[in-house]
Structures are given as structure tokens and as C-alpha cells.
């Protein structure tokens, strides 16, 4: 069974990066996809970027310059970086892993089959 | 700007069928697929419908989904007090290169 957990600071200063890392098991991150959103409180979900263990990667527009996702195959873990933080980064932060999908008639398709629980971090002083 | 919009609420009595939109455009739901998550309280978000009508395994068949053009919904029948929740749309943007959620739908089983 595929299982992801995050883990990280609960809180970060504003103006310093906020740093997680998702561990995976059940499965090798190898040949898959995994992605970081996250949740406001009382909010809706945003999706931050993902990454391939290729080297292939996709960062939200809004959060480009601020975003790092990197994977580490010897710990089957992935990473998030998010620089320069605020008040607005404040978020409750999932990782999962996505299934990309594409036929010439539906198009393209993201889809996130496994999460993990995630985890508050909180910027403030 | 792209944007994928749904109805902060629906509710409904157990027993009855409800649905929810999504409605976007052109070069979001009309371009790519929808796939849908669910959101129980205090919860990571779960995934429900993928390539706009495709169930994972372990999902009841009471839920279902559709896509017409640069909409989709989502059917729940047979609603039960468990499906309360919140449910979510989501797509992939060509121009955008970006995973772009519908702000949420808060269900409420009366």
C-alpha cells in the first residue's frame, strides 16, 4: 500500500524558506510523478508544482520564483523549498502522487491518487 | 485569467441525488479532463472521480461524473450523512502549465 507522510517545522519565521519533505513507502518514487498543494485554513486548494524523478519539473506561475521541489531516490523521499515566506504561506501542506495521463481526445490529465495526511506550518515572528 | 468556478454550497436529504458543477473554459475544462477529490472534515483530500468519469477502486458507485464542453459535474445519489463534505474540481491548463482547483463545493446532508 502506498503511504505518504510529511514532516517538517510547524513554524517559520517570515522572510526565511520553509522547508518539508514527504517520505513515501509502498512504492519506489522512481518512474512516478509527486506533487506538493496546499490549503489556507478555511480555504480552498493550490496546487504548488511537481516533479519527476527525470528531472522534469512544474512550478505554479504564482509561486515559481519562491519554489523548489527535488527528489531524493536513495531516502524515497521528495522535498519542498518555498523561499521568502509570509503570513500568506501559511497553509496546511500535502504531498501526493500524480498520475499523468493523455489521449488525443480527452487531453491531458493530473491526477492525484495517494496523499499524505498533512502538516500546519504557520509564518510568524 | 483562468479560473474554474463552483458553488460554494449544495445540500441535500439522504436518499436524494445531488450534483455539482464546474464550469470553466475553453482553454481549461474544455481543453483537458476533470478529475474530482473529496474532502472529509479534518482530512486530506481524496481522490473520487479521475478522467472525468473514471472510478478509483473502493469508490462507491453512487458517485459519478460528467463532462460536457467547458463543464462537468459531479452526481452523488443515494446521499448518505457520510458524503458530507467538501468536493473539489480540478484540471490541467495548457498555457498556464498548472494543476488549477474549482474553489470548492461545501456539501450538506440535511
Known amino acids: 500500500q502506498v503511504q505518504l507522510q510529511e514532516s517538517g517545522p510547524g513554524l517559520v519565521k517570515p522572510s526565511e524558506t520553509l522547508s518539508l519533505t514527504c517520505t513515501v513507502s509502498?512504492?519506489?518514487?522512481?518512474?512516478?510523478?509527486w506533487t506538493w498543494i496546499r490549503q489556507p485554513p478555511g480555504k480552498g486548494l493550490e496546487w504548488i508544482g511537481h516533479?519527476?524523478?527525470?528531472?522534469?519539473?512544474k512550478y505554479n506561475p504564482s509561486l515559481k520564483s519562491q519554489v523548489t521541489i527535488s527528489l531524493d531516490t536513495s531516502t524515497n523521499q521528495f522535498s519542498l523549498n518555498l523561499t521568502s515566506v509570509s503570513a500568506a504561506d501559511t497553509a496546511m501542506y500535502y504531498c501526493?502522487?500524480?498520475?499523468?495521463?493523455?489521449?488525443?481526445?480527452?487531453?491531458?490529465?493530473?491526477?492525484?491518487?495517494?496523499w499524505g495526511q498533512g502538516t500546519l506550518v504557520t509564518v510568524s515572528s | 485569467q483562468a479560473v474554474v468556478t463552483q458553488s460554494p454550497s449544495a445540500s441535500g436529504t439522504p436518499g436524494q441525488r445531488v450534483t455539482i458543477s464546474c464550469s470553466g473554459s475553453?482553454?481549461?475544462?474544455?481543453?483537458?479532463?476533470v478529475d474530482w477529490y473529496q474532502q472529509l472534515p479534518g482530512a486530506a483530500p481524496k481522490l473520487l472521480i479521475y478522467?472525468?468519469?473514471q472510478r478509483p477502486s473502493g469508490v462507491p458507485d453512487r458517485f459519478s461524473g460528467s463532462k460536457s464542453g467547458a463543464s462537468a459535474s459531479l452526481a452523488i445519489s443515494g446521499l448518505q450523512s457520510e458524503d458530507e463534505a467538501d468536493y473539489y474540481c480540478?484540471?490541467?491548463?495548457?498555457?498556464?502549465?498548472?494543476?488549477?482547483f474549482g474553489g470548492g463545493t461545501k456539501l450538506t446532508v440535511l
Open positions: 501526493a502522487r500524480v498520475v499523468p495521463e493523455k489521449d488525443f481526445w480527452s487531453g491531458y490529465s493530473f491526477y492525484f491518487d495517494f
Open positions: 509502498g512504492v519506489s518514487i522512481n518512474g512516478y510523478y
Open positions: 516533479s519527476h524523478y527525470s528531472g522534469t519539473t
Open positions: 475553453s482553454s481549461t475544462i474544455g481543453s483537458n479532463t
Open positions: 478522467r472525468n468519469n
Open positions: 480540478a484540471t490541467w491548463v495548457d498555457s498556464l502549465n498548472v494543476v488549477l
